[in-house]
T-cell receptor
Framework: GQNIDQPTEMTATEGAIVQINCTYQ??????LFWYQQHAGEAPTFLSY????GLEEKGRFSSFLSRSKGYSYLLLKELQMKDSASYLC???????????FGKGTRLSVIA | GAGVSQSPSNKVTEKGKDVELRCDPI?????LYWYRQSLGQGLEFLIY????????KSGLPSDRFSAERTGGSVSTLTIQRTQQEDSAVYLC????????????FGPGTRLTVL
């Protein structure tokens, strides 16, 4: 089966750092994606990991451990505009549809 | 076009009526996906088109749901005899050939069945 778990909600303070975890069990693995989705809007691509390790892109970083079926998204220097849902998704293979977690709703407070 | 577009953005319908949702993918993208997002749930795969191959319909929840893709571009998702549990946001995504599996999403159609 396919299963992706991530926390439902998180709250963090403006300027702080937050880590959103994701664990997965899928029939295959061709990469893990993080998407950001503001309320009422389309998901937008943040990061992609297919090899173990950390990928850094500005204030956002994403980590992958394939042996542990684990990833995290790290957001630094939080801003109010970072309040959104963060979706973890796995590509089991090639062009096949992504398997999504339920998303983590992040609230950034002053 | 610049991105994936979907229409209508909102649709309110009565139980039992049929609805059609449209998706215009990014020009040249060969793969097109339909997902459904219900309140508090993750994105649920519905159907997937890749080039001229037969679509993968394994995610369609019932035979009331169908989709087609004309000319390898625009896609229409049809829901017949709508039920209240069909209320959700329907998202379309497209992907180019030769890239890793990054999918570009449209803004979605919010369907409300009364």
């Amino acid at each position: 089966g396919q299963n992706i778990d991530q926390p439902t909600e998180m709250t963090a303070t403006e300027g702080a750092i937050v880590q959103i975890n994701c664990t997965y069990q899928t029939s295959g693995f061709n990469g893990l994606f993080w998407y950001q989705q503001h309320a009422g809007e389309a998901p937008t691509f943040l990061s992609y990991n297919v090899l173990d390790g950390l990928e850094e892109k500005g204030r956002f970083s994403s980590f992958l451990s394939r042996s542990k079926g684990y990833s995290y998204l790290l957001l630094k220097e939080l801003q109010m505009k970072d309040s959104a849902s963060y979706l973890c998704a796995v590509s089991p293979s090639g062009n096949t549809p992504l398997v999504f977690g339920k998303g983590t709703r992040l609230s950034v407070i002053a | 076009g610049a991105g994936v577009s979907q229409s209508p953005s909102n649709k309110v319908t009565e139980k039992g009526k049929d609805v059609e949702l449209r998706c215009d993918p990014i020009s040249g993208h060969t793969a097109l996906y339909w997902y459904r997002q219900s309140l508090g749930q993750g994105l649920e795969f519905l159907i997937y088109f890749q080039g001229n191959s037969a679509p993968d319909k394994s995610g369609l929840p019932s035979d009331r749901f169908s989709a087609e893709r004309t000319g390898g571009s625009v896609s229409t998702l049809t829901i017949q005899r709508t039920q209240q549990e069909d209320s959700a946001v329907y998202l379309c995504a497209s992907k180019g050939a030769g890239t890793y599996n990054e999918q570009f999403f449209g803004p979605g159609t919010r369907l409300t069945v009364l």
